[in-house]
């Protein structure tokens, strides 16, 4: 049987305005401003640390998902 590992998870997000904020109810663009970091630890309900912080040396592994079809503009 193999082993068990215990891995640290750590999320990164850059502190940057979002470029387009889309109000999906009338599927237009929503009149607002917001941060990419502050975003970010609101969906994913966990702290978040700054994208410019990262340091991959003190990592074992840095998985980047690619940018969805929800942060292009329509």
Do not use: C, W
């Not at 193999?2 to 502190?15: E, I, Q, R, Y």
């Not at 387009?20 to 969906?43: C, D, Q, T």
């Amino acid at each position: 049987m193999g082993s068990t590992a215990l891995l640290l998870v750590k999320l990164f997000a850059p502190n940057a305005q979002q470029m387009y904020i889309v109000n999906h109810l009338k599927e237009s663009p929503a009149g607002e401003k917001r941060n990419v970091l502050e975003e970010s630890a609101r969906r994913a309900h966990e702290d978040i640390e700054d994208l410019a912080d990262l340091n991959p040396s003190k990592l074992e592994a840095v998985i980047m998902p690619p940018a969805g079809a929800d942060s292009a503009p329509r």
